[in-house]
């Protein structure tokens, strides 16, 4: 596997590489079910690309639990294997919210404005 580049057929292997889990084994029920959670926030921010309705507590809570058993390195790789650019210029207000990536990095990705002042009133 190459170091820059995630391939969706290295995805699986990746990821649990990079996966927590506190009993120290892992359970693939639960594994894919956190795994699921990538596919989940890429259709909440389809929705909101789509309807101008988005739903920010859940893409939160997603990206939380993402974070959580994934950690910052592996989740933000897989995100770049999962998004379009669309796409992350919606999800990269979000993990400045959460502290999850630097104001300097994603720089060349434009911030949704309407997100970040969502995000403000939280």
């Given at each position: 596997?190459?170091?820059?580049?995630l391939?969706?057929?290295?995805?699986?292997k990746?990821?649990v590489?990079h996966y927590y889990?506190?009993l120290?084994?892992?359970d693939?029920?639960?594994f894919y079910?956190?795994?699921k959670?990538?596919?989940y926030?890429?259709?909440?921010?389809?929705?909101?690309l789509?309807?101008?309705?988005?739903?920010?507590r859940?893409?939160?809570n997603?990206?939380?639990?993402?974070f959580n058993?994934?950690?910052?390195?592996g989740s933000?790789?897989i995100?770049?294997?999962?998004?379009?650019?669309d796409?992350?210029?919606v999800?990269?207000?979000?993990?400045q919210?959460?502290?999850?990536?630097r104001?300097?990095?994603?720089?060349d990705?434009e911030?949704?404005?309407?997100?970040?002042?969502k995000l403000?009133?939280?």
């Amino acid at each position: 596997m190459n170091n820059d580049e995630l391939l969706e057929e290295d995805l699986v292997k990746f990821a649990v590489k990079h996966y927590y889990s506190p009993l120290g084994r892992i359970d693939p029920d639960e594994f894919y079910d956190d795994l699921k959670r990538f596919k989940y926030v890429k259709r909440l921010v389809n929705r909101y690309l789509e309807t101008g309705d988005i739903s920010e507590r859940l893409i939160l809570n997603h990206l939380i639990i993402i974070f959580n058993v994934f950690g910052n390195y592996g989740s933000i790789r897989i995100l770049g294997l999962k998004l379009t650019k669309d796409q992350w210029s919606v999800t990269k207000p979000f993990l400045q919210f959460l502290n999850y990536v630097r104001e300097s990095q994603l720089s060349d990705i434009e911030s949704d404005k309407t997100v970040e002042e969502k995000l403000k009133r939280l």
